[in-house]
T-cell receptor, first 112, second 115 residues
Framework: RKEVEQDPGPFNVPEGATVAFNCTYS??????FFWYRQDCRKEPKLLMS???SGNEDGRFTAQLNRASQYISLLIRDSKLSDSATYLC?????????????FGSGTQLTVLP | DGGITQSPKYLFRKEGQNVTLSCEQN?????MYWYRQDPGQGLRLIYY???????QKGDIAEGYSVSREKKESFPLTVTSAQKNPTAFYLC??????????????FGPGTRLTVT
C-alpha cells in the first residue's frame, strides 16, 4: 500500500463547478498535512495546511479525518486558473521529523 | 527577494558522466532537501540535510551524493552509478522549529536528460 494515495484523475470540470479531491495516508502517526499545487513543469507550491478542525481559505476548504486517515480538498466556484495538479502531502515517519511524503497528485482541468 | 535558486533549468548529459546540480537559498533555512519527480509520479526524497556538514539518505539515495559545506548551499551530484538519471530534480528548504513547521519551499527545478 502506498503511504499517500490519491486518485490521479484527470478531473475535467466546467468553470464554476465544485470539485473535491480525497487522499488517504497509511501512517497513523502522521501529524502534519498539506495540499500543494503544482502547475505543469513547475515546482510545487503550498496551497494550504490541513488542520484537525478543518480550515478554509477563500474558495478552498481542507478537511482531515484522522480516524479514517484521509484528507480532502474542496474547491468551490472553480476558475480556469485552478487547473493544475494537486498534491496531498503528509509528514513521514522515516526516523526524521522533517520528512514529507508526497502523493502522486490529482490533475484538475477547469474548462471554459 | 528571498527564495531558492536552482541552476541550470535544463541540463543534458551523456551516459557515464557525473553531473552536479546547484541549489542555493537565502531564506536562512536550516534544512534542505533534494527530490526527484518522474512523469505522473510524486516526489521522492533523495537526500536531506538539517545542519551544515551533516546529511542523511532519503528513500532513493543510491547513485547520488551531496555536500552541505554552507548553510545556503546544497549541491547534488548525479553519478554514473544512477541507473535512470533522467528526471525533474527539485530542491527544497524549510525551517526547523515547532513540530508543525513542516512547510517546504521549492526551487524552480532542474530537468536533467541523460542520453
Amino acid at each position: 500500500r502506498k503511504e499517500v494515495e490519491q486518485d490521479p484523475g484527470p478531473f475535467n470540470v466546467p468553470e464554476g463547478a465544485t470539485v473535491a479531491f480525497n487522499c488517504t495516508y497509511s501512517n497513523s502517526a502522521s501529524q502534519s498535512f498539506f495540499w500543494y499545487r503544482q502547475d505543469c513543469r513547475k515546482e510545487p507550491k503550498l496551497l494550504m495546511s490541513v488542520y484537525s478542525s478543518g480550515n478554509e481559505d477563500g474558495r478552498f476548504t481542507a478537511q482531515l479525518n484522522r480516524a479514517s486517515q484521509y484528507i480532502s480538498l474542496l474547491i468551490r466556484d472553480s476558475k480556469l486558473s485552478d487547473s493544475a495538479t494537486y498534491l496531498c502531502v503528509v509528514n513521514g515517519d522515516s526516523g526524521s521529523a522533517r520528512q514529507l511524503t508526497f502523493g502522486s497528485g490529482t490533475q484538475l482541468t477547469v474548462l471554459p | 527577494d528571498g527564495g531558492i535558486t536552482q541552476s541550470p533549468k535544463y541540463l543534458f548529459r551523456k551516459e557515464g558522466q557525473n553531473v552536479t546540480l546547484s541549489c542555493e537559498q537565502n531564506l536562512n533555512h536550516d534544512a534542505m532537501y533534494w527530490y526527484r519527480q518522474d512523469p505522473g509520479q510524486g516526489l521522492r526524497l533523495i537526500y536531506y540535510s538539517q545542519i551544515v556538514n551533516d546529511f542523511q539518505k532519503g528513500d532513493i539515495a543510491e547513485g547520488y551524493s551531496v555536500s552541505r559545506e554552507k548553510k545556503e548551499s546544497f549541491p547534488l551530484t548525479v553519478t554514473s552509478a544512477q541507473k535512470n538519471p533522467t528526471a525533474f530534480y527539485l530542491c527544497a528548504s524549510s525551517i526547523i522549529g515547532r513540530t508543525e513547521d513542516y512547510e517546504q519551499y521549492f526551487g524552480p527545478g532542474t530537468r536533467l536528460t541523460v542520453t
